[in-house]
């Protein structure tokens, strides 16, 4: 019997919301910083509350909405993860294994 490794979504984002709340209480203080870390805190733990919400969509067409909601917010978390690699706001190292996760 070949038992496959169990795949939830559910704990991959609460993972990756968890990952981005730590992340962003590094960035320096000033204007950039907090606005970047601000922004990535919005779209990195939307995606987890969307797909609860996709969890109890009432139709096949508002479930694939919720869904495409959270990989708009996901594509958006991986800019700013690569503008604060980009400028750099912090180490390489500290922001890479979040643009690993895909």
């Not at 969307?50 to 909601?69: M, P, T, Y």
């Not at 991986?78 to 294994?97: E, G, S, T």
């Amino acid at each position: 019997m070949n038992a496959e490794p169990k795949y939830d979504l559910e704990e991959r984002l609460l993972e990756y919301a968890a990952r981005i709340i730590r992340l962003v209480e590094r960035p320096p203080a000033g204007r950039a910083g907090n606005h970047v870390a601000a922004q990535l805190l919005r779209s990195g733990m939307s995606p987890l509350p969307n797909h609860g919400e996709a969890q109890a969509a009432e139709s096949r067409k508002d479930f694939i909405h919720k869904l495409k909601v959270c990989h708009k917010e996901l594509r958006e978390s991986r800019r700013w993860l690569r503008l604060i690699q980009w400028v750099p706001l912090l180490k390489p190292a500290q922001v890479q294994p979040l643009l690993d996760i895909s």
